[in-house]
């Protein structure tokens, strides 16, 4: 056997079977703050090495869930949390070393006693590669394919395992204890050389500590799956990329993944990788466009209101064909089919998640006052504007001194500044989730007469008491575009925009309903006529009846104007029925002419 290479020396089955074919199953991955190993076949689990890592036994108490420590890295004895799912494998802290099993060892029993690491996201921690750490990782990343394996086939596996967890504890002079035939145990024996041979390289030239310990352990990786496995059980390995996964609710979740195959093609490979935990795919087709498979048919509820959330956030979607739509049946849909889509995997995912786990109440309310909190900025710093711009040398020298100082013109102007500041931060570009956008539909326009109805009733804000002072032209500027422009942007644009981030509104082709997100913009745009006509004199009760009568009618006209907000996605709507009917109030009354009449 002197000639036997390692992999015939320890592989199962045939000896003859190519290694070479099996695929490279391990990679690198890159973020902006840290460098991880994950495998293909377990994209859920992210292995950091670091020389030097190391975590205090009251920081691994607190550990969050689903973390794992090899071998040292934990500054503690070996345990396990099964109700946070932490586990610390190790052999040097608060144990006794002759009857501690080294780490892959104990490992190893775990994962023969049906350890689980699919449905979550497991971080593996380690701070030395050496080959009883790397055994375990490997391990790890590979339980799923062990348990599958009959135990005749993982007799070499075993053996491996138990050879290097002996000479890791107790040193070579032991390795007897392991119990292996004599030709058995020096064919082991070689394997081991053979998996260390770069790692004694290293540390033979005192570059162990220098060396890249992922690459390393990448390499090491590879090395034990041309020992254990035969190319002829990859048949089912599909050139798979995980893109994203999100949970959606009890432990189950949408995972968005790349592949040249096709939705059915993967399927069973997605299956042995997730196992139940899968609920829907999201396949990214080599063209760009997506397939929606829902794989849990227990799920309560199918995709066809995941279509309606991405429908809404997509903006290649217009709602002026089919075509040009997320569609599909309740269980198998995709993207718009020709114009593709702009929204990235994460956002897919996070959309499905949305929809079958919807805000609860405390959300709702957070997101409310997080929305409330805007508006008192936004409007809060419009009033710094117009309190001490007009102390400014330079206000005071302007031509329009005289106009702009006998108005709230600059308050608006600031609103209508600082609200469309935010929208471009908040929306991040993507303006038509914030309502900038030309109008989609025609069904909005059912909206025109409760809107009109309400604006006449004093729904809409005109400030009476400043129109006299003003000529004609800046009139129709001040009461019919500029207020107009400034609520639509505050409370149809920001308002709604951010509470409808998490929450389900109306499509353009769906029926008419209220959403929370309308409600939450209705509430806080009550206020807002009511405070601007009465101005100094809301307390009083001698106005409390028009008071209250200028509140409905701006619920009604706001409530209006959010219908036709969510059916054309656009703030169009809402800004013309507002500018209409201030131009009529202004007109009937003759506020143009210079005598305008109370409310």
């Known amino acids: 056997m002197e000639d036997a290479t390692p992999d015939q020396a320890v592989g199962p089955g045939d000896p003859s079977s190519a290694f070479e074919d099996l695929p490279n199953r391990y990679a690198i991955q890159h973020s902006e703050s840290e460098s991880y190993l994950t495998c293909l076949e377990m994209p859920n689990i992210a292995v950091f090495v670091q020389s030097g890592l190391s975590f205090s036994a009251s920081t691994i108490r607190k550990s ?29 802290e608060g144990v006794v070393r002759p009857f501690t099993l080294a780490t892959c060892e104990q490992v190893m029993v775990m994962v023969m006693k049906g350890m689980d690491l699919r449905g979550r996201d497991w971080k593996i921690y380690a701070n030395d590669p050496d080959l009883d750490t790397v055994l375990a990782i490997w391990l790890l990343l590979n339980h799923v394919r062990i348990n599958q394996k009959a135990p005749d086939d993982l007799k070499g596996l075993y053996t491996l395992v138990r050879l290097e967890s002996l000479i890791d504890a107790h040193g070579l002079e032991l390795i007897h204890l392991s119990g292996l035939p004599i030709d058995l145990l020096n064919k082991t024996r070689k394997i081991i050389d053979y998996l260390r041979e770069e790692e004694i390289d290293l540390k033979r030239h005192a570059i162990w500590e220098e060396s890249d310990f992922l690459e390393h352990t990448a390499l090491v990786l590879q090395k034990i799956d041309r020992l254990i496995y035969r190319s002829d059980e990859f048949l089912d390995f599909q050139d798979l990329k995980e893109l994203s996964r999100v949970e959606i609710v009890n432990n189950r979740f949408a995972v968005a993944v790349a592949s040249p195959q096709g939705i059915y093609e993967i399927e069973p490979f997605l299956i042995r990788l997730y196992g139940e935990n899968i609920a829907i795919v999201i396949l990214q087709n080599e063209s760009g466009g997506y397939t929606l498979r829902r794989m849990d048919h227990f799920m309560p509820g199918d995709l066809k209101p995941i279509y309606n959330k991405l429908n809404f956030l997509d903006p290649v979607v217009r709602c002026r064909n089919e075509k040009n739509q997320w569609g599909g049946s309740g269980d198998i849909g995709g993207s718009p089919r020709g114009v593709g889509t702009q929204l990235t995997p994460r956002e897919i995912a996070e959309a ?51 106009v702009l100082s006998q108005s709230d013109l600059i308050f608006y102007l600031g609103v209508i500044l600082f609200s469309a500041l935010v929208l471009a931060i908040y929306s991040r570009g993507r303006l038509w989730q ?71 509104v109306q499509r353009c082709d769906n029926g008419w309903a209220l959403s929370f997100p309308n409600i939450s913009a209705t509430i806080m745009y009550a206020a807002f006529p009511a405070l601007i006509m009465l101005g100094p004199d809301l307390l009083p009760l001698v106005h409390l009846g028009a008071s209250i009568r200028i509140t409905l009618a701006a619920i009604v006209f706001s409530l209006a104007a959010g219908l036709a907000r969510e059916r054309s996605h656009s703030l169009l709507p809402g800004i013309l029925f507002q500018a209409a009917a201030a131009a009529l109030l202004i007109f009937v009354t003759g506020a143009l002419f210079g005598n305008p009449l109370p409310p």
């Open 64 to 92: 969050p869930s689903c973390r794992i420590y090899l071998d040292g890295v934990a500054q503690c004895e070996p345990f396990m949390d099964l109700e946070k799912h932490v586990y610390n494998f190790d052999h040097h």
């Open 352 to 402: 499905c998640r949305d929809v079958f786990r919807p805000p609860t109440i405390m959300q709702r309310t957070l997101r409310f006052f997080h929305a409330l909190a805007v508006v008192a900025l936004v409007t809060g710093a419009a009033a710094l504007i117009q309190r001490y711009l007009p102390q400014t040398a330079w206000f005071q020298s302007s031509q329009l001194a005289a």
């Open 434 to 504: 914030v309502g900038l956008g030309a109008p989609t539909g025609r069904a909005w326009w059912l909206m025109l007469p409760v809107g009109a109805a309400a604006a006449l009733m004093g729904g809409v804000p005109v400030p009476w008491a400043e129109l006299p002072d003003m000529v004609t032209g800046f009139k129709i500027f001040y009461a019919v575009l500029l207020i107009p422009l400034a609520g639509e942007l505050l409370f149809r644009g920001l308002v709604h925009g951010i509470v409808a981030k998490h929450s389900r």
